[in-house]
């Protein structure tokens, strides 16, 4: 469903992305994961569109999203989330699901009048649907800001989800979450999952990624280092000179 | 009452001046180019009314509709670039449109004289109003509900889902994006409607004063129209409103006794109230407990009635009480807005006795927070927990 | 286009504006000094060299004072108005309302235009010129002497501004704080004293400006503030936002323009094609000349 190749991103004489190949098959739920400053989130901008790639090329269900920038990777069916909560903070809950209502099937149901004014009756649902998804019905009217940091980040997701995508680039959703809300969120991406919808996760948080993965990727100073099952992954030892560390600890261990 | 029917009218004018100015800052791009729009209004209007025999509602629509092009035309490039490269790039454009008009010529023959903007000159001709018989009340009131109007509808825009994505884009453009918003699309739009509600505030604005030229819509203007938005709070039109009738009717006439050091006085209450109140009047509005609220509507209102009084009964409450006045230069409307303050002050002796309170704590504070700026320490001695 | 204008009448029209345009670098510099470390515009600049400037014009009447003594002044009384902008301006607003701090100092601009005002009863004041009597001719050609003087005042500025941005303590302690005022502070650097420092610094540059325009011009006015602002803002926007040598290559940019622009056309024309070159440059190469890349808008 999503094809990389050969994709290099420079910043001045920084090579943070360097020729990197990546294929997610459909309904695939893959991780991306290694060390800091190895590339993850800049390869999560560049198939989202927020800079363009310095070469290399991103393919996503046949067409050439490369240069797209992110309200038309949107449309193509690519929606993510961010490391850092960009929330609407000065907008409530619901206005924040509302002004994201702009997938291309929510889109038809409304004319350019109503999109403006009130939104469809078929938005509206959606929203609502969101909002029971994220568990937030009950705070629509409360200001994104003044939310608890968990409930930010099941709103952040929501919101990816109002495009209706059908592939999802997760930047570090565990960040700062304990067991519980790994384990929370571990159940909302299997749900998300089995909906139908493809998953990108860059994480560091082990514990969900070898857990939750179909597939892992390895990268290393922009460059992928491994590729495979988790098992796999765990085993390999240039990942774990790299990244996961030579010793045996519990980190490693998956969510039960 | 001429002297309240004109005050009407320019309130009326600068809020709808004021709105255009607010729809665009909540896409956080801060223009400069409001004055532009206004003129554009004024002098297209003023042709159409003056030269082509229009009447003024079609006149003040096309007005409108014109300077929303232009606003169109320019927004494409002009919104390319953001924070205050915008700025400068609206005032340029601010500038431009004012060199334009400065050495536009174009008259036609009505009658005996020629008829018709003449570059520096300005157009001097824009006698709608008193050729068709209006008096200033029906002036005022015109201009007080095209204002309504204005505001009714921006209030809705607020309300709207379209309200919502431009204050999206005003906190998070990056974020906008990523959830599907065109920024261009919805930032070109609400350039265009700001246009639109400039240009038929300047259409008002040129029947209004009858004779307008190029000076009148310079940068000055350009800062009062984002002043109003910015002071009073970018959350609620009645906010843009509360900063007009601050800032036109309080400081510009209310202070007029202070003579040539009222601008000074603007300018000093400008940078206390942006200290005061970052977020804008609304913002502290918002805060006030229903105590002050209370006190706040109560003073107002009894003002107004003081001002109605002295006008409907006549000159004896007038005369009378500038007779007190004798030669302080102060007039009776001044002593309302002092009777304002004694009112809230004394509606109940406690708003006093807090005052009292409220002065050495916050002469206090001040001196802590400026020994702060020179580098010390200002917690050096144990405060007292009050 | 050309008119009854000679080549040589050009070389003459490019030179001036060039070395006029030494005070439009340095207003542009100062501008461009606050604002890489406020990442906010300071509107009242203008009115802050201008101050200074009337300022020195105050103690020149009094007592007479060779005439570097006076630029001194100037560029002295402005660094003082410069913290008084700070302190009310940008001190307490809460740096999450940048358009409360816009505001404020309009305000500032209103309040000190206004006191400039009413100190001189709105009376133009002549100001004294440096060397206005020297010329260097070659021919037909001269170059001003006072010109001169200003821009080679210009080069000792900016060559103490260099100076002092990277070869001494507060120089680095201010860079330390436009780029990241929190880890800055958890290193010990006191944020407001740094950040009053550099408004004292960009008033000292724009004291400079304003006895140096006094003096090209021949008098003060304070309707010198709008133009002065304008133009600063437009050579910040060319030379790229917040960088130091964009602003004085714009500034000598702008200064030159503007005069071919007013030997080729009159008076009228001449800030329309000043907007124009802006334009130019929003359109084609919005960042300026020096400005640092963005992610894609």
Redesign the interface.
């Known amino acids: 469903m999503l094809e990389i190749q050969a994709l290099t991103k420079n910043f001045g004489g920084v090579v943070a992305v360097d020729t990197l190949d990546l294929t997610v098959e459909e309904g695939e739920i893959v991780a991306l994961i290694g060390p800091n400053g190895s590339g993850k989130s800049t390869t999560v901008n560049l198939i989202?569109?927020?800079?363009?790639a310095t070469s290399g090329k991103v393919t996503f269900k046949g067409r050439d999203v490369t240069d797209a920038?992110?309200?038309r990777t949107?449309?193509c069916g690519i929606?993510?989330t961010?490391q850092n909560i960009?929330?609407?903070?000065?907008?409530s809950v619901w206005?924040?699901l509302?002004?994201?209502q702009?997938?291309p099937d929510t889109r038809k149901s409304q004319n350019f009048l109503k999109?403006?004014?009130?939104?469809s009756a078929a938005a509206r649902r959606s929203v609502e649907e969101e909002l029971a998804f994220a568990n937030l019905a009950d705070k629509r009217d409360e200001l994104a800001g003044n939310l608890a940091f968990g409930e930010q980040r099941r709103l952040e997701l929501a919101?990816?989800l109002?495009?209706k995508p059908s592939l999802l680039l997760l930047d570090e959703p565990a960040a700062g979450m304990n067991l519980e809300e790994v384990k929370a969120l571990d159940g909302r991406l299997r749900t998300l999952q089995e909906r139908g919808i493809t998953i990108l996760l860059v994480e560091h948080v082990m514990g969900l990624v070898m857990g939750i993965a179909d597939r892992i990727a390895v990268l290393n100073f922009g460059r992928k280092i491994a590729e495979g099952t988790p098992a796999e992954v765990q085993a390999d030892k240039l990942v774990r000179e790299a990244y996961l560390g030579t010793t045996d600890s519990s980190t490693s261990q998956a969510v039960p | 009452m001429q002297f309240w029917y004109g005050l009407a009218q320019l309130v009326g004018v600068h809020t709808i001046l004021g709105l255009s100015a607010y729809v665009i800052l909540q896409t956080g791009q801060v223009s400069m180019a409001q004055a532009g729009f206004l003129a554009i209004g004024a002098y297209v209007s003023g042709m159409l009314t003056a030269m082509s025999g229009w009447h003024i509602v079609p006149a003040l629509l096309v007005g409108g509709v014109t300077a929303a092009v232009i606003a169109t035309i320019v927004g494409f490039p002009a919104l390319r670039v953001k924070g205050l490269m915008f700025v400068v790039a609206t005032i340029a454009f601010g500038e431009a449109v004012r060199l334009f008009w400065f050495n536009f010529t174009f008259q036609v023959k009505q009658g005996a004289e020629m008829v018709g903007p003449i570059g520096g000159e300005g157009f001097k001709q824009i006698r709608y109003f008193p050729a068709n018989g209006w008096t200033d009340l029906d002036r005022a009131i015109f201009i007080l509900a095209v204002m309504a109007i204005v505001m009714a509808g921006v209030w809705w825009l607020d309300r709207s889902r379209a309200g919502a994505v431009l204050r999206a884009v005003g906190e998070d453009d990056l974020a906008a994006q990523s959830v599907g918003v065109n920024l261009t699309a919805i930032k070109v739009t609400a350039f265009a409607i700001s246009g639109f509600i400039a240009g038929v505030g300047g259409a008002l604005y040129s029947h209004y004063t009858t004779h307008i030229e190029h000076l009148n819509f310079g940068v000055v203007l350009a800062t009062f129209a984002i002043a109003y938005p910015i002071v009073g709070g970018l959350h609620n039109v009645f906010g843009t409103l509360a900063a007009v009738i601050f800032i036109q009717g309080f400081l510009v006439e209310g202070l007029r006794f202070l003579g040539d050091w009222r601008n000074l006085l603007f300018g000093f209450l400008i940078v206390v109230a942006m200290n005061v109140s970052p977020r804008g009047f609304v913002s502290v509005y918002r805060e006030l407990s229903t105590y002050w609220r209370r006190r706040v509507y109560g003073g107002a209102i009894f003002v107004i009635v003081l001002i109605l009084a002295g006008e409907i009964m006549g000159g004896e409450i007038v005369a009378f009480v500038e007779g007190l006045l004798g030669d302080t230069g102060l007039e009776y409307n001044h002593m309302a807005w002092v009777a304002f303050l004694v009112v809230m002050a004394a509606w109940s002796w406690r708003g006093l006795a807090s005052l009292t309170r409220m002065i050495p704590a916050g002469l206090r504070r001040l001196a802590a927070v400026f020994r702060q700026s020179l580098g010390y320490s200002a917690a050096r001695r144990p405060r007292k927990v009050a | 286009m050309f008119g009854d204008v000679s080549l040589l009448d050009l070389l003459q029209a490019i030179t001036d504006g060039l070395l006029f345009g030494a005070t439009y670098a340095i207003i542009g510099t100062g501008f461009a000094l606050i604002f890489g470390v406020m990442h906010k515009i300071n509107l009242a600049y203008a009115a802050t060299s201008i101050a200074g400037a009337y300022v020195s014009l105050a103690f020149a009447s009094l007592i007479p004072l060779p005439a570097i003594v006076v630029f001194l002044i100037a560029a002295l009384a402005s660094g003082a108005v410069g913290y008084l902008i700070y302190l009310t301006c940008f001190r307490f607003i809460p740096s999450a309302s940048p358009l409360a701090t816009l505001m404020a100092t309009v305000g500032m601009l209103i309040l000190i235009d206004e006191v400039i005002v009413h100190e001189t009863n709105g009376m133009p004041q002549p100001y004294p010129a440096l060397f206005d009597n020297v010329m260097i001719e070659i021919g037909n050609y001269g170059l001003r002497g006072d010109l001169l003087f200003i821009f080679g005042l210009s080069i000792v500025a900016t060559v103490a501004l260099v100076l002092f941005l990277y070869r001494t303590r507060l120089g680095v302690a201010t860079r330390a704080v436009a780029q990241q005022p929190v880890a800055a502070q958890l290193c010990g650097i006191s944020v407001p004293r740094t950040n009053g420092m550099t408004f004292i610094m960009s008033g000292l540059l724009g004291g400079l400006a304003g006895a140096m325009t006094g003096a090209a011009v021949g008098t003060l006015s304070p309707l010198l503030t709008l133009p002065i602002t304008i133009k600063g803002l437009i050579v910040t926007v060319i030379g790229g936002l917040g960088s130091i040598p964009g602003a004085i290559i714009a500034g000598l940019l702008v200064g030159m323009f503007e005069n071919v622009a007013l030997a080729l056309r009159d008076v009228q024309e001449r800030d329309l094609y000043v907007m124009l070159l802006l334009f130019l440059f929003l359109a084609v190469r919005p960042r300026g000349i020096f400005g640092k890349h963005s992610t894609r808008d």
């Open positions: 989202a569109g927020i800079f363009p920038p992110p309200h949107l449309e929606a993510r961010f960009r929330l609407f903070n000065e907008l206005q924040n509302w002004v994201a702009n997938a999109r403006w004014m009130s939104g919101r990816s109002a495009a």
